[in-house]
Nanobody, 125 residues
Framework: QLQLVESGGGLVQPGGSLRLSCAVS????????IAWFRQAPEMEREGLLCISRSGGKTLYAGSVKGRFTISRDKAKNTVYLQMNSLKPEDTAVYYCAAEPLDNYCSGYFPDFGSWGQGTQVTVSS
């Protein structure tokens, strides 16, 4: 059974950093693309970054360029989202998602069939 569990969210001051984790089980990272999305209240779910089965990384949200990075640790079956220089507008629920895409990535949420429960990130002073 596929399972994704996000952790690492919380309250952080503007300019601060957080690292989110997405622990996966029931499948290998070599077989699935993993993407990070976020959703603020009354907003559509936004694709941020994706890492493909082969480890290729793609950025989808220009608003996080140079501040957010995606990485994975196959030994730990975990994908990370490192978020630096956080801004109040980064406040949202953050989700990781998985799909056995054939060695490509996507930032379009309907392309992903398996999702975690989400973790809240609040950026505020």
């Amino acid at each position: 059974q596929l399972q994704l569990v996000e952790s690492g969210g919380g309250l952080v001051q503007p300019g601060g950093s957080l690292r989110l984790s997405c622990a996966v089980s029931g499948f290998a990272l070599d077989d699935y693309a993993i993407a990070w999305f976020r959703q603020a209240p009354e907003m559509e779910r936004e694709g941020l970054l994706c890492i493909s089965r082969s480890g290729g990384k793609t950025l989808y949200a220009g608003s996080v360029k140079g501040r957010f990075t995606i990485s994975r640790d196959k030994a730990k079956n975990t994908v990370y989202l490192q978020m630096n220089s956080l801004k109040p507008e980064d406040t949202a629920v953050y989700y990781c998602a998985a799909e056995p895409l054939d060695n490509y990535c996507s930032g379009y949420f309907p392309d992903f069939g398996s999702w975690g429960q989400g973790t809240q990130v609040t950026v505020s002073s």
